[in-house]
């Protein structure tokens, strides 16, 4: 049955495991949670010898997939079999390994749990094989989580390791992270074991800076806020950090960082609907982003909006050696910045 990771986590947390699990999608995150678990914790350290067999997709083949998930366990109650990479088994995409894995599937050793980690990837709907895994099979597919869910998903990751966490810190994290939440459930954990050290419970900004490394004030997100108020000195602060720190500001993912923000800009303007909920959904960000696009919408009429984002465009091109009269990354991040808010 097609279901979702955390279902699947909750399960196995208590003891639930099924015959077969065939884990796919472009999220690599959730199907190394749920393959670490069963490596982890379906087999005591003194059954995992016998009964624990690790193959990789690019070294083997289904035959030999198969032939060890129909052995039966040796002094355990279970044996598990873990394919990683099963994305590379090269006979998973002909017709003839499709149909020994559906027969499989059908009629799978119950004393086995067969695992197939196929990252990156998903199986073709339309296949024969994805309706049978579908129908007799855990079926995971582990997608892509979009901009605008990752806040709500650290809160959550940080509510279940019973802290609390600020809004700058969440903030500081996106900007600096993005969506990647393995490197997001690392800096979390990171910061959270030196929670007690801190005598703390709440993550905070200057503990993302400490731990994280961070800079709470000189960051291309605080760049963007200051922008968007309108506070050219502390812009000019942020610029002249970048300046001194290029290889730990470079300059590329900074306008597009700014091109996106004044392209969310223009929706706000042309939007019906400028309630916080609905400017929330249509720029795909949390709630607690909207006042500052509403700040920045006063600052920044319609035509200038329009034209930042082709001071932009051509910041772009010059940072890439392409009509650049400018000079230094340096030269072109300052020059930008001051047409920017002028």
Request: aromatic share 10%; charged share 20%; glycine share 4%.
């Amino acid at each position: 049955m097609a279901t979702t990771p955390q279902k699947v986590l909750k399960d196995l947390k208590k003891g639930q495991y099924a015959p077969v699990y065939f884990l796919q999608g472009d999220e690599p995150f959730y199907i190394d949670q749920i393959a670490q678990y069963i490596e982890q914790n379906a087999l005591t350290e003194t059954e995992k010898g016998f009964n624990q067999i690790i193959l990789y997709g690019k070294d083997t083949d289904l035959p030999t997939v198969l032939t060890n998930a129909k052995r039966f366990p040796m002094m355990a109650n279970r044996q598990v079999v873990l394919v990683k990479e099963a994305h590379e088994l090269s006979d998973l995409q002909q017709k003839g390994g499709q149909e020994m894995l559906s027969q499989y599937v059908q009629h799978p050793l119950p004393s086995t749990v067969l695992v197939f980690c196929h990252k990156y990837k998903m199986l073709n709907k339309k296949l024969a094989l994805s309706k049978t895994l579908e129908q007799f099979a855990v079926l995971v597919e582990s997608k892509k989580m979009y901009d605008n869910q990752v806040p709500d998903w650290i809160i959550r990751w940080v509510e279940q390791q019973n802290h609390t966490i600020e809004e700058q810190a969440v903030q500081m994290l996106m900007d600096h992270i993005g969506n990647n939440l393995e490197r997001l459930a690392n800096e979390l954990e990171k910061v959270s074991i030196n929670l007690e050290k801190e005598s703390q419970t709440m993550i905070t900004a200057d503990l993302v800076q400490k731990y994280v490394g961070i800079s709470k004030e000189f960051n291309a997100f605080e760049l963007q806020k200051a922008i968007a108020q309108g506070n050219f000195a502390k812009a000019f602060q942020i610029v002249y950090y970048f300046s001194a720190n290029p290889k730990a500001n470079p300059i590329i993912p900074t306008i597009a960082l700014l091109f996106t923000f004044f392209s969310k800009l223009l929706l706000v303007h042309q939007a019906t609907d400028k309630t916080e909920r609905g400017l929330a959904s249509l720029l795909k960000v949390h709630p607690f982003f909207v006042k500052e696009y509403r700040v920045a919408a006063v600052n920044y009429p319609l035509p200038k909006v329009i034209r930042n984002i082709g001071l932009l465009r051509r910041a772009d091109l010059n940072s890439k050696g392409i009509e650049n009269t400018t000079g230094s990354d340096d030269q072109i991040l300052k020059g930008l910045v001051y047409r920017l808010m002028h």
